[in-house]
């Protein structure tokens, strides 16, 4: 970090107000930010002085980074507000069109855009003419506007961990629309149907006593259709958070949507423990659901702990909730420090008494992506689906994994993989 280290730092007496200032941009991008924090900010910044400039930088980012995906943000942000003398023209580059390979590289993007929306306050760069040279040093960069996507289907397939904050708000308007319906299972029962395929020979008879005999019609019924329970498992562990919010998002929609099937929806949600969130979804207002169940989760961003939350779901709720052919939807990443053993065990004991498990992992995004962690390796094996769940568009296909239980995603590929290594 010693490039932050040369920034000059503002002295025009109101270090206090600029600290404020610069706190409720790394709110607007997205960082949990309160007015503690920035009573400890300032605190932690007269502590260290200003002796050393770099101490200003690690002063702050003590205060208020928590997570690892929160240090881009935090970079951009402070370069572009602590006098960085070419803070516009970086913020004019961002809306230009780049390639990028590498995930850190698309991930520093991501972060600083959403940093010059925070400091800019929603305000948008002004648009480039298309085909404009650039200066010598760079490349021509030339936009086919008939080869481009619109919008919304842009956001269709843009990874939510890359989406700005403006991204954000759409893309969860987007997840309130989504429907998942659902086959009603086949069963046994049989009631009165004038349209019946099967014919009701004791109802038919017994109307045959009545008329002396005769047989005026045949009673028909058919089969009584029954509709499953949907039981969702979401990881909120910090590696995890991006993701589980728009998850919790569209599971949300699902459980307030009638006319899709679903018998019920419950929702639970595990990091190093397992909560139950089913009632705080009911709640109409999503946001208002959301802060319940976050209060509720207390482990929200932390460790991850996978076989001892399914552990405490087998022992505490599997014969409450999936005693009638429910479809669990688990969303993790699979990325677990516990024994691989227990995992495997409480996996296989979860897959046999659900009807359906698919498991969503947003690590599928990547093409190269293998089965290499030893809890992914210890999962894999006990599920019926594999599929990702990074995007609306992936969340869009779980129709086709509920209508085609021999859809496997991409667990046959992978475990093709596991076999061979």
């Not at 920035?38 to 002085?49: S, W």
Request: charged share 25%.
């Amino acid at each position: 970090m010693a490039r932050y280290a040369d920034l000059p730092i503002p002295e025009d007496g109101k270090l206090v107000d600029n600290i404020t200032h610069f706190a409720r941009a790394l709110r607007r991008a997205g960082l949990p930010i309160g007015p503690g924090r920035v009573q400890a900010a300032i605190e932690a910044v007269a502590a260290a002085g200003f002796e050393r400039k770099a101490d200003f930088y690690w002063a702050l980012h003590a205060v208020f980074v928590n997570r690892p995906e929160e240090r881009q943000i935090f970079a951009q942000i402070f370069r572009l507000y602590w006098r960085d003398p070419r803070y516009l023209e970086h913020m004019m580059s961002l809306m230009l069109p780049a390639i990028r390979n590498a995930s850190e590289e698309k991930a520093a993007e991501a972060a600083a855009k959403r940093a010059a929306e925070a400091l800019l306050d929603g305000a948008t760069a002004p648009e480039q003419p298309e085909n404009k040279p650039q200066d010598e040093e760079n490349t021509e960069v030339q936009i086919d506007a008939s080869q481009t996507a619109s919008g919304q289907e842009r956001l269709r397939t843009l990874d939510f961990e890359q989406m700005s904050t403006e991204e954000v708000t759409a893309a969860k308007r987007m997840l309130a629309r989504l429907t998942l319906p659902v086959k009603p299972i086949a069963t046994r029962r049989l009631r009165a149907c004038p349209q019946g395929q099967r014919p009701d020979w004791r109802r038919t008879m017994r109307g045959a006593i009545r008329q002396g005999g005769e047989i005026p019609r045949i009673h028909r019924r058919r089969p009584v259709p029954r509709w499953p329970a949907l039981v969702v498992l979401c990881d909120i562990s910090g590696s995890m958070s991006q993701y589980s919010r728009m998850v919790l998002h569209f599971v949300h929609a699902v459980a307030n949507r009638q006319g899709q099937g679903w018998a019920k929806v419950h929702a639970f949600t595990f990091g190093t423990r397992l909560t139950n969130i089913t009632r705080h979804l009911r709640t109409r207002d999503v946001d208002a659901a959301l802060n319940a169940a976050g209060s509720e989760a207390q482990d929200w961003q932390g460790g991850t702990r996978i076989g001892a939350c399914l552990r405490a779901f087998n022992v505490d709720w599997s014969r409450r909730v999936l005693s009638q052919g429910a479809v669990v939807l688990l969303i993790s990443d699979g990325l677990d420090r516990d024994d691989p053993e227990l995992l495997a065990h409480e996996m296989e004991r979860l897959h046999l008494s659900a009807r359906h498990l698919i498991w969503l992992n947003p690590l599928l995004r990547w093409d190269e992506f293998t089965p290499r962690a030893r809890g992914i390796r210890a999962m894999l094996p006990h599920v019926d689906a594999f599929r990702a769940a990074h995007s609306i568009a992936s969340l869009e296909a779980l129709a086709e994994a509920l209508s085609d239980p021999q859809c496997s995603g991409e667990k046959a590929r992978l475990m093709a993989a596991l076999a061979q290594a």
